[in-house]
Nanobody, 122 residues
Framework: VQLQASGGGLAQPGGSLRLSCVSD??????IGWFRQAPGKEREFVAR????????DYADSVKGRFTISRDNAKNTVYLQMNSLKPEDMALYYC??????????????????WGQGTLVTVSS
C-alpha cells in the first residue's frame, strides 16, 4: 500500500486547509493522520475506521478538524479549520490493516505517506 499526502501550504491563523491522502488501495484499512513539529515527537491527530463511520480526534484538534474518507476515490481527507500557529507541522497519513479504527500510536501503523507541510503564520 502506497500513500500520498498532499494539500499542505501556508494558512493564516484562523484559516483553513484540506489535506488529502490518496492510496493505491486502502479501502479496508483504518487511516490515521499524525503530525510532527520540529524538535517534537510525532503525535496523533485523527483516525477513521475503514467504513468511515467511526472517527476519533486528539483533544487539541477536536471541534476544528474533520477526518473523512471516500473509498471510491481511495482518498482520506483532513479538513482543518480555525488553524492555530501550534498546528504548524509536517502532517502524515498512515494505514493500519489490522484494526477497525487504528490506534493513536504511530508505531502501530504499517504504511506511511511522505508528509505534507502545514505552515500557519500571519
Amino acid at each position: 500500500v502506497q500513500l500520498q499526502a498532499s494539500g499542505g501550504g501556508l494558512a493564516q491563523p484562523g484559516g483553513s486547509l484540506r489535506l488529502s491522502c490518496v492510496s493505491d488501495g486502502f479501502n479496508y484499512h483504518a487511516i490515521g493522520w499524525f503530525r510532527q513539529a520540529p524538535g517534537k515527537e510525532r503525535e496523533f491527530v485523527a483516525r477513521i475506521s475503514w467504513t468511515g463511520a467511526t472517527t476519533d480526534y486528539a483533544d487539541s484538534v477536536k471541534g476544528r478538524f474533520t477526518i473523512s474518507r471516500d473509498n471510491a476515490k481511495n482518498t482520506v481527507y483532513l479538513q482543518m479549520n480555525s488553524l492555530k500557529p501550534e498546528d504548524m507541522a509536517l502532517y502524515y497519513c498512515a494505514a493500519d490493516p489490522k484494526t477497525f479504527l487504528g490506534t493513536v500510536v504511530p508505531g502501530a501503523y504499517d504504511y506511511w505517506g511522505q508528509g505534507t507541510l502545514v505552515t500557519v503564520s500571519s
